[in-house]
């Protein structure tokens, strides 16, 4: 790879995907998923549209799960087929700009309602609007980051939109990251996946007994993520995963679930200057015991301060002496890196949606030479 991008003349950073690691996770995709099982591709963990294109097609699917209101609107335009669910709930200042700018696409939206105060401006929105809007209500189902708990709140949320001709429930979305980060110890992370799952059905019975088993029966009940989509064994509770992570794998998601998937996105960087042995400041006098401790040479590497870890060469880390830096960070090791100047080193992001849209353009790894750019969507929260 290191090559590769010298023969493609990159001379700055740059986001790296391995196409074949890429591919090997989108096939071990389809091949661990539950039979009947949908999938929704995540867009703010794949942010390029020919990145979600690829993900897409290789899936077969064209459900896709959005996070603000750029990224709805260029997805709408990208691929004009695009079923699109949000993942968190958006202003109804935001709703309203794409419904009136685009009100062929309203319908192929499911947006997210969490408060009964959301509900209420929705409501609003879709009268004033003259359109029927696509609800997709948030669930809490122990993960305690908002949404409508089962019971009395979803109750009162689902009669308000029983009174509204300009509203339908389309959606449930019941999100368990917190399964994923319980100890499997005495069984503790199953008994909590089954609690949020009980709370799942409950939900399903409240929609069936507020608006009838026709709209039950006919929801997307979405759930996982690339912690714990492989909890899922069938789809009688779920019958919809998101997922987007795991097909890069960002250090994140280096997790007991997820051990068959290969990191296939990375940050490139080159070095500017290779110094060994390295000297630190103003405590010149201590660098003879720093080298026996094991830190002899370092890299000044041209950015920084990324949401990544240093993977290539092998034995480089975050030194506090010299501190982060988003200009020159300087990574230490305690042998010869063996680089020069200009050639590059790789470090891991942490999560894909904070760094891949980071540096403009993503570089496309065909195994052997890099065979196109990729172009991302600018960072938009």
Request: aromatic share 6%; hydrophobic share 45%.
């Amino acid at each position: 790879m290191r090559g590769a991008l010298h023969r493609a003349g990159y001379v700055q950073p740059v986001v790296v995907v391995d196409l074949p690691q890429l591919m090997s996770n989108l096939k071990h995709i389809s091949d661990v998923l539950p039979p009947g099982m949908a999938l929704r591709v995540v867009a703010k963990s794949l942010p390029s549209p020919a990145l979600l294109k690829l993900c897409c097609d290789c899936l077969d699917t064209k459900r896709l799960m959005t996070f603000n209101a750029s990224m709805l609107t260029k997805i709408a335009q990208a691929i004009p087929d695009a079923d699109q669910l949000l993942g968190k709930p958006l202003p109804v200042a935001a709703a309203r700009q794409f419904v009136a700018n685009h009100p062929q696409r309203a319908g192929q939206v499911h947006w997210l309602v969490d408060t009964a105060q959301r509900l209420a401006e929705y409501v609003d929105l879709a009268r004033e609007q003259g359109v029927t809007l696509n609800v997709a209500l948030e669930l809490d189902v122990g993960l305690h980051r908002g949404g409508f708990v089962p019971g009395d709140a979803l109750a009162g949320a689902l009669r308000q939109i029983a009174q509204c001709d300009n509203l339908r429930v389309t959606a449930l979305l019941g999100y368990e990251a917190h399964v994923a980060k319980v100890p499997t110890l005495l069984g503790w992370r199953q008994r909590m996946f089954d609690r949020a799952l009980a709370q799942y059905r409950i939900a399903i019975g409240q929609v069936a007994a507020e608006l009838g088993h026709a709209t039950a029966n006919a929801l997307i009940c979405n759930a996982g993520g690339s912690p714990t989509f492989r909890l899922y064994r069938d789809t009688t509770v779920a019958n919809e995963l998101a997922l987007g992570s795991v097909l890069v794998k960002p250090t994140d998601f280096d997790t007991d679930l997820l051990v068959d998937y290969k990191p296939a996105a990375y940050i490139a960087t080159p070095a500017l200057k290779v110094l060994r042995p390295v000297k630190t400041p103003v405590l010149e006098v201590l660098d003879g015991a720093r080298r026996l401790l094991g830190r002899r040479n370092a890299i000044c590497i041209h950015g920084g301060y990324w949401k990544a870890t240093p993977v290539d060469p092998p034995g480089l880390r975050y030194d506090r002496s010299f501190g982060r830096s988003s200009n020159q960070e300087v990574l230490v090791t305690g042998v010869d890196p063996g680089l020069n100047p200009d050639d590059f080193v790789f470090l891991r992001p942490t999560q894909s949606e904070a760094v891949l849209g980071q540096l403009g353009g993503i570089a496309v790894f065909d195994g052997g030479e890099i065979s196109t750019t990729w172009q991302a969507f600018a960072p938009a929260g």
